[in-house]
């Protein structure tokens, strides 16, 4: 019921860890041996581009009730949260509490 937007959030959230990891050593590789330029062009974009996408993974809409998922109101922000901070989903149910659904049996898609 809930896997697409799941799929997403996992999508945008592991980009964000990947972008942010591999930064550190592309930055260190395009500088060898001087480590010199690339503060120039590739650290402002790297870190404008990591905020943009964990902004985009931390903006995550609830699947149930369409409120944003880690943010109970406009300035805070629950990162660690394991359930929607306003209904209480639980993060990567596979539907809606109460409906038994055996997850192994899953379906095709
Ligand atoms: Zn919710």
Redesign the pocket.
Known sequence: MYEDKWRRLRIWTYSSYAMFGLGIPIAFALSFPTFRGADNYFVPCWFGASVLVSSVAASFR??????P?FKPSFLAYSGWTKK??????PEWSADAPGRKRDRRSGNAS
């Open positions: 609830c699947p149930r009730c369409n409120k998922f929607c901070v306003h209904c209480g989903l």
